[in-house]
C-alpha cells in the first residue's frame, strides 16, 4: 500500500535559519512520483516539485532544494536562509506511475519568526 | 499555464440545503479530475474521481449519493454536497489532470472551495 509520512507535525525558526522538513513514503511500486506542495493560509495549493523515481538528482531552486534517497525512501526538502513568507504547510505526496491517486502525507506547519 | 478554477471559493449554507461546486479546467481538457476535502490541520483526502462521459468512482465511506458527481463535459465537473450538515463543513479541492498530456501523472488543483454549514 501506497503511504507518505511526514513526521514533523509543526517547526518553528527564527528568520534566516535553515530548516529540513522530512518525507518518508511506502511503495511497491518501481516507478512513481514524488511532490512537494506549500499551502499557505488561502488554502490554495502551490506546486513546488515534480520527482520521478528514475531521477535521484537533488535539485535546486532558489532557497530550495530537495533531496531524493530511493535507499531510505525518503525524499526531504530544505529551505535556506528562510522567510516569513515561506510561513505555510507543506505536504509531500506520492503517486503512482500508471495510477491516478496522490496519496499525500499529514502536512508539516512552518513558522517562520521574524 | 494549465489553471483550474473552483466556484464558489466559499459558501455557507444552512442545514439541509444543497451546494453545488464547480470546478473548471480553463485552459485545457481534462478526462480526469478528482475531489479531495481537508478538515481543519488535516491532509487532504481523496473522495471520489470523476471520468468525463462515465460515473464517478468514490472512495471507501464517501457516500455516492450524499456527495453527486457529474463530469459533463471535458472542463467541468460538478460537485453537489446534498442536504448538507455541520459535519460536512470543510476544504473541498479539486484537480485535473490534462488529457494527452506528456507528464503522466501531472495534475493542477484548484484554489479550493469553503464550506460551512450551519
Known amino acids: 500500500a501506497q503511504k507518505v509520512t511526514q513526521a514533523q507535525t509543526e517547526i518553528s525558526v527564527v528568520e534566516k535559519e535553515d530548516v529540513t522538513l522530512d518525507c518518508v513514503y511506502e511503495t511497491r511500486d518501481t516507478t512513481y512520483y514524488l511532490f512537494w506542495y506549500k499551502q499557505p493560509p488561502s488554502g490554495e495549493l502551490v506546486f513546488l516539485i515534480r520527482?520521478?523515481?528514475?531521477?535521484?538528482q537533488n535539485e535546486i531552486s532558489g532557497r530550495y532544494s530537495w533531496n531524493f534517497q530511493k535507499s531510505t525512501s525518503s525524499f526531504n526538502f530544505t529551505i535556506t536562509a528562510s522567510q516569513v513568507v515561506d510561513s505555510a504547510v507543506y505536504f509531500c505526496a506520492l503517486s503512482e506511475f500508471a495510477g491516478n491517486q496522490f496519496y499525500f502525507g499529514t502536512g508539516t506547519s512552518l513558522t517562520v519568526i521574524p | 499555464g494549465a489553471v483550474v478554477s473552483q466556484h464558489p471559493s466559499w459558501v455557507i449554507c444552512k442545514s439541509g440545503t444543497s451546494v453545488k461546486i464547480e470546478c473548471r479546467s480553463l485552459?485545457?481538457?481534462?478526462?480526469?479530475m478528482f475531489w479531495y476535502r481537508q478538515f481543519p490541520k488535516q491532509s487532504l483526502m481523496l473522495m471520489a474521481t470523476?471520468?468525463?462521459?462515465?460515473?464517478?468512482?468514490?472512495e471507501q465511506g464517501v457516500e455516492k449519493d450524499k456527495f453527486l458527481i457529474n463530469h459533463a463535459s471535458l472542463t467541468l465537473s460538478t460537485l453537489t454536497v446534498t442536504s448538507a450538515h455541520p459535519e460536512d463543513s470543510s476544504f473541498y479541492i479539486c484537480?485535473?489532470?490534462?488529457?494527452?498530456?506528456?507528464?503522466?501523472?501531472?495534475?493542477?488543483f484548484g484554489p479550493g472551495t469553503r464550506l460551512t454549514v450551519l
Open positions: 485552459d485545457f481538457q481534462a478526462t480526469t
Open positions: 470523476s471520468n468525463e462521459g462515465s460515473k464517478a468512482t468514490y
Open positions: 520527482r520521478n523515481s528514475f531521477d535521484e
Open positions: 484537480s485535473a489532470r490534462a488529457s494527452g498530456s506528456g507528464r503522466p501523472n501531472e495534475q493542477f
